[in-house]
């Protein structure tokens, strides 16, 4: 199987992953004018594959259709300029247990992240620390404060269930206040504040720390279990798939052959709810094709609700929900090096800094590779600024930044390259969405409702797993379960009819 893995990569790469390039040439496309299946799906991520496959497995029909000219969505492992590079999601967490259950149903390896030695960590005055252990070196006062207010999120956290934040007690008055507000209702140590606030912030939210709620924060944190969980890299940022973590929906798409197409985008869905009797389900159109089906999922980020016209229209309430929701903004910065000449050090390549560009870098080396690669991440005001520089400028600014962690050598990687994902356009930001201030307790728990016969199915919607490919992994089986009981209870009412008597005249 990993060697099959291996050849469906080599494939994809050279027929897809380069579609960011000139000239790059489509994978496959679609000639069928009509088609009909029990259920269509819209997005060949690691929601929808999973979703299609879960539905196939129960006997219905069904088609994928995708938008972009590969499978994967935000999961995209591709070759540039020799190196292997994973331009989107990489990381397998030790509680991501569907993730975990799927990488080895497929016959996947996986490889810890290379942690051995110390990490660094750039304090306010710009000086270098080198540490060991979770706890950043600051002042033991400082050091005090940061552990007092993690213990209280840990306990705020034990309280949420991730799949209902918006039913705690307390869900509104955490939904009114600012993540950054309520950390400095905590103390006036500002190192203090900075370091807990970057990690559902900058690490993972990737928004402005003014601009989401407590109760976001929080749901961030419950995803992952804990908030401890969140900021122990060692937890959060455990492994790796050898080869890349894209073969996961690439080998979901392979089992369901033709069924996948590509180069598809959705322009409109016309929607019938089945229980009124009128069975016609959903029409999709796309450029060249029309699939009918009983039931559709949509396996996208929701900021792309608004790319598909649906007629009759999504009800209200689902049009002043998507408004509340945004995408983060990341930039994922590959610098790839002859070597990983901070292993000469004796550093980890583990880095931190709610004071620098890129506030957080790792040792992202591939499985089996001499060269050294290290990942850094630049998001959200900082992604903003750099990107008003030209090119040049920013690669220099941000490999100045990674400078500050690794030493002078790491100005000038062999191989440099951003995933901007902001540009892409059946994407348009990093790594999820997210409510705006007071859209969580509103809004929640509509999030995952069927709306007739359409389902909706991301990381974006998840509880646990939250932005992470484990939770597209669980809302895909989610909708794929949901349409099945809607199912047998369409098998059900018909079943249950009265028999039609026709009179002879």
């Known amino acids: 199987?990993?060697?099959?893995?291996?050849?469906?990569?080599?494939?994809?790469?050279?027929?897809?992953?380069?579609?960011?390039?000139?000239?790059?040439?489509?994978?496959?496309?679609?000639?069928?004018?009509?088609?009909?299946?029990?259920?269509?799906?819209?997005?060949?991520?690691?929601?929808?594959?999973?979703?299609?496959?879960?539905?196939?497995?129960?006997?219905?029909?069904?088609?994928?259709?995708?938008?972009?000219?590969?499978?994967?969505?935000?999961?995209?492992?591709?070759?540039?300029?020799?190196?292997?590079?994973?331009?989107?999601?990489?990381?397998?967490?030790?509680?991501?247990?569907?993730?975990?259950?799927?990488?080895?149903?497929?016959?996947?390896?996986?490889?810890?992240?290379?942690?051995?030695?110390?990490?660094?960590?750039?304090?306010?005055?710009?000086?270098?620390?080198?540490?060991?252990?979770?706890?950043?070196?600051?002042?033991?006062?400082?050091?005090?404060?940061?552990?007092?207010?993690?213990?209280?999120?840990?306990?705020?956290?034990?309280?949420?269930?991730?799949?209902?934040?918006?039913?705690?007690?307390?869900?509104?008055?955490?939904?009114?206040?600012?993540?950054?507000?309520?950390?400095?209702?905590?103390?006036?140590?500002?190192?203090?504040?900075?370091?807990?606030?970057?990690?559902?912030?900058?690490?993972?939210?990737?928004?402005?720390?003014?601009?989401?709620?407590?109760?976001?924060?929080?749901?961030?944190?419950?995803?992952?279990?804990?908030?401890?969980?969140?900021?122990?890299?060692?937890?959060?940022?455990?492994?790796?798939?050898?080869?890349?973590?894209?073969?996961?929906?690439?080998?979901?798409?392979?089992?369901?052959?033709?069924?996948?197409?590509?180069?598809?985008?959705?322009?409109?869905?016309?929607?019938?709810?089945?229980?009124?009797g009128s069975g016609a389900g959903v029409t999709a159109t796309t450029d060249s094709l029309t699939v009918r089906a009983r039931y559709a999922i949509l396996a996208h980020a929701p900021v792309l609700y608004d790319r598909i016209s649906f007629v009759p229209s999504l009800p209200r309430r689902q049009h002043q929900m998507h408004q509340h929701l945004s995408m983060g903004f990341v930039i994922k910065v590959h610098a790839v090096y002859d070597r990983p000449f901070w292993r000469e050090q004796g550093l980890s390549g583990t880095a931190f800094s709610p004071y620098e560009l890129s506030h957080e870098a790792y040792d992202n080396t591939n499985h089996g590779d001499e060269r050294g690669t290290l990942v850094g991440f630049v998001s959200d005001q900082n992604a903003d600024d750099v990107f008003e520089l030209s090119a040049e400028e920013r690669k220099e600014r941000i490999l100045e930044s990674l400078s500050h962690y690794y030493g002078p050598e790491a100005k000038n990687p062999v191989v440099y390259y951003e995933s901007d994902w902001g540009t892409e356009e059946w994407t348009r930001g990093a790594y999820a969405a997210s409510f705006d201030m007071g859209g969580l307790h509103r809004y929640g728990k509509d999030l995952r409702t069927p709306v007739g016969p359409i389902h909706f199915a991301c990381s974006d919607l998840a509880g646990a797993g939250y932005q992470h490919v484990d939770g597209a992994i669980r809302m895909g089986r989610l909708a794929a379960a949901q349409i099945l009981e809607a199912d047998r209870g369409d098998d059900t009412a018909a079943d249950d009819a009265p028999e039609l008597v026709v009179a002879e005249v």
């Open 1 to 276: 199987m990993l060697d099959r893995a291996r050849q469906l990569f080599q494939e994809n790469r050279r027929e897809t992953c380069t579609a960011h390039r000139p000239g790059a040439k489509p994978m496959k496309e679609s000639k069928l004018a009509d088609i009909t299946r029990d259920v269509l799906i819209v997005g060949a991520g690691a929601a929808g594959t999973t979703a299609a496959n879960e539905l196939r497995k129960a006997g219905l029909s069904v088609v994928v259709l995708e938008a972009r000219d590969r499978v994967g969505g935000r999961l995209w492992t591709d070759v540039i300029d020799g190196a292997m590079l994973e331009i989107g999601g990489q990381w397998v967490s030790p509680d991501q247990d569907a993730l975990i259950e799927t990488i080895d149903e497929l016959g996947l390896e996986t490889f810890s992240r290379y942690r051995e030695g110390d990490s660094v960590y750039v304090g306010p005055d710009g000086t270098l620390h080198r540490f060991t252990g979770e706890m950043f070196p600051v002042s033991a006062e400082t050091e005090k404060v940061i552990a007092e207010i993690t213990d209280r999120l840990d306990a705020m956290v034990a309280e949420i269930d991730p799949d209902r934040p918006y039913a705690h007690p307390k869900a509104a008055e955490w939904d009114s206040i600012t993540w950054d507000a309520w950390l400095r209702q905590q103390t006036d140590d500002d190192e203090a504040v900075r370091n807990l606030a970057f990690a559902t912030g900058s690490a993972m939210l990737t928004k402005p720390t003014h601009t989401f709620s407590l109760l976001q924060s929080l749901l961030m944190a419950a995803s992952a279990g804990s908030y401890s969980h969140l900021v122990d890299a060692d937890f959060i940022l455990d492994k790796r798939v050898v080869g890349g973590l894209q073969q996961v929906p690439l080998l979901l798409a392979e089992r369901l052959g033709d069924d996948v197409l590509l180069n598809q985008p959705v322009r409109t869905l016309e929607w019938d709810d089945p229980s009124t």
